[in-house]
């Protein structure tokens, strides 16, 4: 007997409206990564003690960046909830808190940063070589002052993607990268500033993108937007719903990259060579799951308008279609980047200790990316989105301080496998997140959580 076929005309995202979703993040993320990589490249030209510099101090902000993406993630879910709800004044409303909290304590995070900058530095990654340290004092002061900007940029675009509209955060994304990347090429090679020249750009094009954002959230003809008047009062009732979701997925992202800062301690004790291997790795190995972070900024948005208009059916329908397409595109991204390989690596130029370290971790990284990262990284924003944010936080800060951080030590240290046991103990991570996401979804348990 033939099956019949789901109707599915009422569902809330057609496929063109989910290819018109995606396809931005993927330009946005891809933006994000290459402007990532030709910094390394710019500042190689400069010599590894200032890659070695800026890598380091770009682990420490990006533990920031992420706690504000984490609470701009908290923020666009309720939104998004309360729009599959049928209400926008309370969605306009939960916009207006999110800003509000997130430029007071971007601006007290960046006043501790400058005031505990030297335990900073010289309390996490220990002895490192002076030049290195130098390098590092530099972008730190500099672009330390960039993080209420960016923490802006990201709430506005999280916003922006709750409202099924990718294309806005796009294009200040080529905007943003466009002035960072010539910003870094004059100061660079034209004015000589060295490690400034990549910090100076990295300031500019950050406050842009993040005052711009706000700018546009004014519009009162977006779906999302502020609202008239704007109060800078907070509402404890909003704001306690945007913080029962962010704070765990900002807990979850601090420990995830306190962890790695602390794996990278480890990795600066193996020498420059390891550490400018490892930067490079970095931003290569990220090209390999672009897709994947993109489309898993789709499903936030996607699965928190279906579970706000209470239709668990969609849900599902849409968390296994865009699985799909994540497994489907990291696969290729992995072959195009196999190919690539020793161009790509031949454009740092670094010492041949250097790239033995990266194509072979390279090569590791492509194969488990492609069989575990989708169902460590993409899957959980399902359960996110649908506030099963408890049990998504507590999974992550176990397997990543048991498993990756204690292995690290394990197999870099006591095995004697350098920097390409830290990358193994990272993929050993992976395996076990799989694991347990796949099965607390299949158990459905999350749909027993409630947000609005």
């Known amino acids: 007997m033939k099956k019949e076929k789901k109707d599915k005309s009422h569902y809330l995202f057609s496929n063109k409206a989910l290819v018109a979703l995606i396809i931005p993040l ?5 933006l994000a990564v290459l402007v990532g990589m030709a910094d390394s490249i710019m500042v190689s030209s400069v010599g590894e003690a200032a890659v070695s510099g800026v890598s380091l101090v770009d682990t420490v902000f990006i533990l920031m960046i992420n706690i504000f993406a984490a609470l701009a993630t908290g923020g666009a879910v309720i939104a998004g909830q309360y729009l599959g709800k049928r209400r926008p004044q309370q969605a306009c409303k939960a916009v207006d808190q ?25 309390g996490v990654f220990g002895k490192i070589e002076p030049d290195v340290m130098s390098n590092a004092q530099t972008y730190l002061l500099i672009t330390n002052a960039s993080i209420p900007f960016i923490a802006l940029y990201n709430a506005g675009a999280a ?18 990268n466009a002035i960072n990347v010539a910003g870094n090429a004059i100061l660079i090679y034209v004015f000589h500033f060295g490690v400034a020249g990549v910090a100076i750009p990295t300031l500019v094009s950050r406050m842009f993108a993040g005052i711009g954002m706000m700018v546009l959230l004014r519009n009162q003809d977006r779906i999302l937007h502020f609202s008239r008047p704007f109060s ?29 800062i602390l794996v990278l301690s ?44 209470g239709d668990y059916e969609q849900v599902r329908y849409y968390t296994k279609k865009l699985m799909i397409i994540t497994y489907a595109a990291i696969f290729g991204t992995v072959c195009v980047m196999f190919l690539l390989q020793p161009f790509l690596l031949g454009l740092y130029g670094v010492s041949e200790e250097a790239n033995g370290y990266a194509i072979k971790i390279m ?18 924003n399902a359960l996110r989105a649908a506030n099963d944010v408890a049990f998504c936080m507590i999974l992550s800060i176990l397997s990543m301080w048991i498993v ?27 395996v076990i997140r799989s694991a347990g996401f796949l099965w607390r979804y299949l158990r459905g348990k999350w749909i027993l959580k409630k947000a609005i």
């Open 404 to 430: 990756r951080i204690a292995g690290s030590y394990l197999l870099g240290s006591v095995f004697k496998m350098g920097v390409f046991g830290v990358w193994v103990a990272m993929t050993i991570d992976w």
């Open 159 to 176: 916003v922006f993607r709750a409202m099924g509209d990718s294309k806005i955060s796009m294009k200040m994304s080529i905007v943003m």
């Open 363 to 380: 090569l590791w990284h492509g194969v488990m990316a492609a069989l575990f990262w989708p169902m460590s990284f993409s899957m959980p």
């Open 98 to 122: 999110l800003v509000i909290f997130i430029v007071l304590s971007g601006a007290v995070i960046t006043g501790l940063i400058y005031v505990l900058k030297d335990p900073i530095l010289h």
């Open 266 to 309: 480890l990795v600066s004790s193996f020498g420059t060579a390891s550490i400018t291997a490892n930067a490079i790795c970095n931003n290569l190995c990220s090209f390999q799951v672009l897709p994947g972070m993109a489309i898993g900024y789709a499903i936030l948005a996607v699965v928190a308008q279906c579970v706000g208009a």
């Open 26 to 30: 993927v330009i946005e993320q891809l």
């Open 232 to 260: 800078i009062r907070l509402e404890k009732g909003i704001l306690k719903k945007i913080l029962s979701l962010g704070l765990p997925n900002s807990l979850e992202n601090s420990m995830f990259q306190l962890g790695k």
